[in-house]
Every structure is written in C-alpha cells, then in structure tokens.
C-alpha cells in the first residue's frame, strides 16, 4: 500500500519557470491538501480539496494553482516560479468524514528557484 | 496572532527526562487535535490525537486537551534521543471550510 505518493523528490527552477508537483493517494480518501514547509514557520496550507470536482485557498495561494484531476490525484502549479517559492512543499490526504482522521503525508519535494 | 501557537523551542533535556510541549489555538470550533513528529528531511508522521478535554496515553506519549483554555499539551516521559525532532500541532477545524492548520513547531533534542 503507498499511501500518498509525490513526484519529483527534487526540483530546481529558475525564476519564470513552470512545474507540476504530482500527487496520488490510494487509500480512497476524500480530501486532499498541498502545504508548503519553510524554516520557522511550521506547514502552511497552499490550497486544498475537500472532495473530488471541489478546490479551494488556504492560506498562502498566491502564485499557485490546483487541479483535483479525480478523487486520486492532486496537482499543484506553479506558473511562474519565483524565489520565494523555494520550500519543501508536501501532499496530504483525509478520509473527510470525521474530524477525528488524522492527514497522511507524502514524503515531500523540494524545490529550489534560483 | 497565529491560529495555533507553539514555542519554537529548541527544548533540550537529558535522557530519562518528562518533555512537555506545549500548543494554543484560537478557533473554538476547533473539533480535533494532533501531535505529528517530523524528523529533518522527512515527512510528519502522526503520534498521538485527542479529542475530548482531559489526557490520553499511549506508551510514552500522553496528549492533554483543555478546551476552555484553548490548549493542548504533549508529553513524553523516558525521554530517548531518538525523539529528538520537531513536533507539530495541528488543529482540525469546519470554520469556513474543514481544513487542518498547523503551528509553528518545537524542536526537542534529547541528550544522552
């Protein structure tokens, strides 16, 4: 069983670049959530899904899009990357039908603007 | 102010010893909560939950709810240097959409 599975582990970009972090759970979980991950500052929400067809902003959306392609997959955009994006972003899922579930992480990807 | 609050530490103590951590929230209609251990490079991993005011045991670990107070609490008795790591609050919450929000972190390190 994977769990929750991103691509790429590693990641550098130079400033105007574009990528797609991939994300994929097989645990048949309803939400789905991209956070991103800077020293000091905990994890933060970039955007999240609650179920499939539905997307929504969390805290810090700014320069990101998302696509819940089906009830597997997560992506998230950067359109044009800056330095400031430089993070460590992660992938999560959730049951969604209980408060009491806890998330279920990728094991991340780093990604590095120049 | 931080929706969910936590010391940034480092919080050092020696082998053996109880390490608290310590976690405010803001959001009263915040419905569940978490402690997740991430080491460095790697991913959070959940080790304990709560969601009823009073303790919660597991092994080593006891999480503590006040809900009045807004608080939650970890403790780790028999302190080990493998639990050298940050420790994560997160908070479950149905306030303008169900998400899950996380402090700051504390790191510990455990010395032998």
């Known amino acids: 069983n994977a769990g929750v599975t991103q691509t790429p582990k590693f990641q550098v970009l130079k400033t105007g670049q574009s990528m797609t972090l991939q994300c994929a759970q097989d645990m048949n979980h309803n939400s789905m959530y991209w956070y991103r991950q800077d020293p000091g500052m905990g994890l933060r929400l970039i955007y999240y899904?609650?179920?499939?067809?539905?997307?929504d902003k969390g805290e810090v959306p700014n320069g990101y899009n998302v696509s819940r392609l089906n009830k597997r997959e997560f992506s998230l955009r950067l359109e044009s990357a800056a330095p400031s994006q430089t993070s460590v972003y992660f992938c999560a899922s959730y049951r969604g039908d209980t408060y009491n579930s806890p998330l279920h992480f990728g094991n991340g990807t780093r990604l590095t603007v120049t | 102010q931080k929706e969910v609050e936590q010391n940034s530490g480092p919080l050092s103590v020696p082998e053996g010893a109880i390490a608290s951590l310590n976690c405010t929230y803001s959001?009263?209609?915040?419905?569940?909560f978490f402690w997740y251990r991430q080491y460095s490079g790697k991913s959070p991993e959940l080790i304990m939950s709560i969601y009823s005011n009073g303790d919660k045991e597991d092994g080593r670990f006891t999480a503590q709810l006040n809900k009045a107070s807004q608080y939650v609490s970890l403790l780790i008795r028999d302190s080990q240097p493998s639990d050298s790591a940050t420790y994560l609050c997160?908070?479950?919450?149905?306030?303008?959409?169900?998400?899950?929000?996380f402090g700051a972190g504390t790191r510990l390190f455990v010395k032998a």
């Open positions: 959001d009263r209609g915040s419905q569940s």
């Open positions: 899904s609650a179920s499939e067809g539905t997307t």
């Open positions: 997160a908070v479950n919450r149905n306030t303008g959409g169900f998400k899950t929000i």
